[in-house]
């Protein structure tokens, strides 16, 4: 069955630590993962995109991980910001970008 | 300048009623979408439509109906509505139909009572 599992379901942290985020998935055959960040009351928005092969990507104080043999990927959050407080979501393509599963996302609350 | 817009942001009605969402964007894009977002958060994609084309139809109830007058539109209408179907509603376009980058509109959260 093709399945996205993130965790954890949410996490709370102080304002300046790091984070990581888990997202696994069972797809096949697997196009691109993506991660998004959605603001309460918001769309989402994209953060990185990755394909198959590749194994990192960053954007600005976020950086995301693949590791296509376990089928794993991580969004790893340097020094947090109060803005930052947003749910995260994992997103799958695969059989050739046809399909698209949305994880149930990690709802990440950053506290002053 | 908003590049991916719909109306209206908050819907209360009715069941049995029918109502349409109206989505438009202006970044020239020739894919759009529809997801909805249930009360647990889950995304779950409903249509993709490529230059007025659907490519991509999910298993919906069909009391729902997208409609793609030109590419930078795309309705979404609900026939005889249930409480069932009380959820967020995200519109959605991408460059074409293999890019990966999908901007989202602001979401319209629909109420059925």
């Known amino acids: 069955k093709n399945q996205v599992e993130q965790s954890p379901q949410s996490l709370i942290i102080l304002e300046g630590k790091n984070c990581t985020l888990q997202?696994?998935?069972?797809?096949?055959?697997?196009?691109?993962l993506r991660w998004y960040k959605q603001d309460t009351g918001r769309g989402p928005v994209s953060l990185t995109i990755?394909?198959?092969?590749?194994n990192t990507k960053s954007n600005g104080r976020y950086t995301a991980t693949l590791d296509a043999d376990t089928k794993q990927s991580s969004l790893h959050i340097t020094a947090s910001q109060l803005s930052d407080s947003a749910s995260y979501i994992c997103?799958?393509?695969?059989?050739?970008?046809?399909?698209?599963?949305f994880g149930s996302g990690t709802r990440l609350s950053i506290r002053p | 300048d908003t590049a991916v817009s719909q109306t209206p942001k908050y819907l209360v009605t009715q069941m049995g009623n029918d109502k349409s969402i109206k989505c438009e964007q202006n970044?020239?894009?020739?894919?759009m979408y529809w997801y909805k977002q249930d009360s647990k958060k889950f995304l779950k994609i409903m249509f993709s439509?490529?230059?007025?084309?659907?490519?991509i139809n999910e298993t919906v109830p069909n009391r729902f109906s997208p409609k793609s007058p030109d590419k930078a539109h795309l309705n979404l209408h609900i026939n005889s509505l249930e409480l069932g179907d009380s959820a967020v509603y995200f519109c959605?376009?991408?460059?074409?139909?293999?890019?990966?980058?999908?901007?989202f509109g602001p979401g319209t959260r629909l109420t059925v009572t």
């Open positions: 959605a376009s991408s460059l074409d139909r293999a890019s990966y980058e999908q901007y």
């Open positions: 997202c696994n998935y069972t797809v096949s055959p697997f196009s691109n």
């Open positions: 990755m394909t198959f092969s590749e």
């Open positions: 997103v799958v393509t695969y059989s050739s970008a046809s399909k698209i599963i």
């Open positions: 970044l020239g894009h020739d894919t």
């Open positions: 439509y490529n230059n007025k084309e659907l490519i």
